[in-house]
């Protein structure tokens, strides 16, 4: 907050004087000085390109032993510096953890390619990721503060389970149940972090990091959701890729409800309630999707049923934004709809002046609805 717009709002008269003297005097207090943070990152920037400029420039003429140990050496002291110094960094600044936990988990997950490229060894990629995940994502959860380790540690985990399910063969075992069940089992896991971030929310020094670890897990259950519908209007189950995709998916669709009651006790209150709510609804709307393949109408009626569900529990927890979102997604998928049913008038004058206006229409209803039903105030999920 500048100087200038604290005495603005002193001149309009929505503050008085003491109250500018105090802003100014916190702003004062807590002044960043950017410059200096932009010279120093700059000249650090300098220095590391410098650096892997050398190394590449050399890097055949260096043993590849030699690399890995001190690979393995950067590795080691990231992770002693980071429990050595947490308390004292995370005093001057937590964003300094931040850093430096994730500095060492990338470097942890780089080890694995480097390790390959020196002894000329090749694996599917979800092996690397999954040892990665073992042996960082607990450092990540005990040391984490904001979004990049929440997206780090999600975002694996959901990367993981997937580059596994991509890597099984379709045709080597159709008839296997106990292979497809695991594989939805698998690829609806990280769902799992919602109850466990719910339940650790209330318990930690660090609530933000497990607020934002439920939140992306919530991201996740929705995102499996809507996909599920998407593939449904697509005509995209019972290709045979999976023998029984409707066990499959009704298996995932459990785990994803059994997550989102999960996190019902882990943390009372309506926040609490709605975010089980969406992460159950966004988990029934998996195998339900399976029921309107093919159907276009059905298909796109379960994703509104799905995102106005998600609406109705942003107004009931009072989240601007997510309520917002909804009514967004809502409008994109009526449009999308609209061209589904009409395509034939896509390709005349005519018929693109049609769908001109109403995208036009839907873009204003939407915006009008944000406006007039949208929580007033923010409320943290």
Not at 138 to 150: I, Q, V
Not at 174 to 198: G, K, Q, Y
């Amino acid at each position: 907050m500048s100087s200038r717009k604290i005495a603005e709002w002193h001149a309009a008269g929505l503050i008085d004087a003491d109250t500018r003297d105090r802003l100014l005097a916190h702003e004062a207090a807590h002044a960043r000085p950017l410059l200096l943070w932009a010279v120093w990152g700059i000249g650090a920037l300098a220095i590391g390109l410098g650096l892997v400029s050398v190394i590449a420039a050399n890097w055949e003429d260096i043993p590849g032993e030699v690399r890995l140990a001190v690979h393995l050496a950067l590795i080691a002291a990231s992770v002693g510096a980071l429990f050595a110094r947490e308390a004292r960094l995370a005093e001057r600044s937590p964003w300094a953890v931040e850093a430096l936990a994730f500095v060492a988990a990338a470097l942890g997950l780089t080890f694995f390619g480097h390790l390959g490229q020196v002894y000329q060894t090749s694996s599917p990629l979800w092996q690397p990721l999954a040892v990665w995940l073992v042996l960082f994502a607990p450092l990540l959860l005990l040391t984490g503060r904001s979004w990049p380790t929440a997206l780090a540690v999600v975002g694996g985990a959901a990367w993981t389970a997937w580059e596994y399910a991509g890597a099984q063969d379709p045709f080597g075992g159709a008839d296997d149940l106990a292979r497809d069940l695991w594989l939805a089992f698998v690829l609806s896991a990280p769902v799992a972090f919602a109850p466990l971030a719910a339940r650790a929310r209330e318990r930690s020094l660090r609530p933000d990091f497990w607020r934002r670890l439920e939140q992306l897990a919530l991201a996740y259950a929705v995102g499996c959701g809507s996909l599920a519908t998407a593939v449904a209007g697509w005509d995209g189950f019972g290709r045979g890729l999976v023998a029984n995709e409707w066990a499959s998916l009704l298996l995932g669709g459990v785990v994803m409800m059994v997550a989102g009651l999960g996190v019902v006790p882990a943390r009372p209150g309506v926040s609490g309630r709605m975010t089980g709510a969406i992460i159950a609804g966004a988990g029934l709307a998996v195998p339900l999707a399976y029921a309107a393949d093919g159907a276009t109408v059905p298909a796109a009626l379960l994703f509104f049923l799905l995102w106005g569900g998600i609406a109705a529990a942003a107004l009931a927890a009072s989240w601007r934004g997510v309520f917002q979102l909804a009514i967004g997604v809502i409008a994109v998928r009526l449009v999308i709809l609209s061209f589904e049913l009409a395509a034939d008038l896509l390709t005349s004058g005519f018929g693109l002046i049609l769908a001109g206006v109403m995208i036009l229409g839907v873009a204003w209803g939407a915006v009008r609805v944000s406006k007039r039903f949208a929580p007033r105030e923010e409320s943290e999920a």
